[in-house]
């Protein structure tokens, strides 16, 4: 069963400068996207049928995950290969575009439940590990021809089970200009994209009375340095985000 999803819009945001900006706006209409792992990955006897139906439904962009524990310096290399079998089939199937996001599979240990505060991030996430984890997966596709590949340094970042509520902001900061800096360098005409955030905060429970994810509002104001104002708190320098755009996943579970 395949699942359609809105595509992510390329837009610019001003916030105190925080985010550098394109020299111009984008122009592209919005295109259709769909993602589903289970047929592309996880069964690739599936690939041409998920493919055609994807060229049917005038599917234009097709979205990714990869997987990483925050430590490992290296991608699933297998997980990796299906993902490029598939893009190298992408464009007779007239896709366009493919966003690469990897996900986090922190899961309770970034999380767990109780009244004890979680872990820092710092804790369980290598920064040293990710620059060199990123780089390799731009580097798995840097020779597929006729797609723009974008890239999103991280999925959902504001869910505390993909990077911990404790420094979660400052990390993925740290994270998300490690891979501008690294893509940019294997393939200049990748577009990164800043957030991939989830739509909204989970409520506060007995389970979880520190929560389980931050409202995506909040959440970029503490990546920007920015009071609920507006205003800075910090230095320009410091709270310097580079991106080539800006994603929102718009789904309600609710």
């Known amino acids: 069963m395949t699942r359609t999803r809105a595509s992510l819009a390329l837009v610019t945001v001003a916030a105190t400068a925080a985010v550098a900006l394109p020299s111009s706006p984008a122009s592209a209409a919005p295109a259709k996207g769909l993602q589903d792992q289970e047929m592309t990955i996880n069964h690739p006897d599936l690939r041409i049928k998920f493919l055609e139906d994807a060229e049917e439904a005038n599917v234009k962009f097709l979205r990714f995950n990869t997987r990483w ?3 490992s310096d290296k991608p699933d290399a297998s997980q990796i290969n299906a993902i490029r079998d598939t893009i190298a089939l992408a464009p007779m199937y ?21 009244k ?15 620059k060199k984890y990123i780089r390799s997966v731009a580097k798995s596709f840097e020779d597929l021809p006729d797609v723009e590949m974008l890239y999103a340094p991280l999925n959902e ?3 505390y089970r993909h990077i911990p509520k404790r420094g979660g902001a400052t990390m993925y900061r740290r994270l998300h200009n490690i891979a501008y ?57 410091t709270y310097t985000v580079k991106a080539d755009g800006v994603s929102l996943h718009t789904y309600d579970f609710k």
Request: glycine letters at 10%; a positive charge; hydrophobic letters at 30%.
């Open 181 to 237: 800096e690294e893509i940019k360098d294997i393939d200049a005409d990748a577009k990164i994209l800043f957030g991939e955030l989830a739509p909204y905060a989970r409520r506060l429970s007995k389970n979880y009375p520190h929560g389980q994810s931050t409202d995506p509002g909040d959440f970029v104001r503490e990546v920007l340095g920015l009071k609920s104002n507006w205003k800075s708190k910090g230095k320009r320098k």
């Open 116 to 130: 004890k505060r979680g872990p820092k991030a710092s804790d369980k996430i290598s920064t040293r590990a990710y």
């Open 69 to 71: 524990d925050g430590k």
């Open 94 to 114: 007239d896709i366009e575009q493919v966003l690469i996001a990897p996900t986090v599979t922190g899961g309770k240990s970034f999380n767990p439940k109780g």
């Open 157 to 159: 970042p504001n869910w």
